[in-house]
Nanobody, 124 residues
Framework: QVQLVESGGGLVQAGGSLRLSCAAA????????MGWFRQAPGKEREFVGS????????YYAGSVKGRFTISRDNAKDTLYLQMNSPKIEETAIYYC?????????????????WGQGTQVTVSS
């Protein structure tokens, strides 16, 4: 069973940048499409973006497209989320997740493994 551990969260100023990482263990990382989700206080968890198994294609929520970039290093079993120009309202717990689905990865129920999340706080 794959285990996922996020890191890199913290405090970032609006308009700054932050990179999150997600380390995978216990599975064959390159077999999984990977996704990032986030949950803000008092809100439901929402899709941020996903990346294909080989890293050649990615798909983003409209709200982050052009500012956030997902990448992966299959040699290191690690997924990344580069957050550029984050907004205050994007303060949330960010989760990575793994799926065997070949779809876009927008749906939470497609994912079989989740990390514990990392807190990102965007300040003014």
């Amino acid at each position: 069973q794959v285990q996922l551990v996020e890191s890199g969260g913290g405090l970032v100023q609006a308009g700054g940048s932050l990179r999150l990482s997600c380390a995978a263990a216990g599975g064959i990382f390159s077999n999984y499409r990977m996704g990032w989700f986030r949950q803000a206080p008092g809100k439901e968890r929402e899709f941020v973006g996903s990346i294909s198994r080989n890293g050649l294609s990615s798909y983003y929520a409209g709200s982050v497209k052009g500012r956030f970039t997902i990448s992966r290093d299959n040699a290191k079993d690690t997924l990344y989320l580069q957050m550029n120009s984050p907004k205050i309202e994007e303060t949330a717990i960010y989760y990575c997740a793994a799926t065997l689905s070949t779809r876009s990865g927008e749906r939470e129920d497609e994912y079989f493994a989740w990390g514990q999340g990392t807190q990102v706080t965007v300040s003014s």
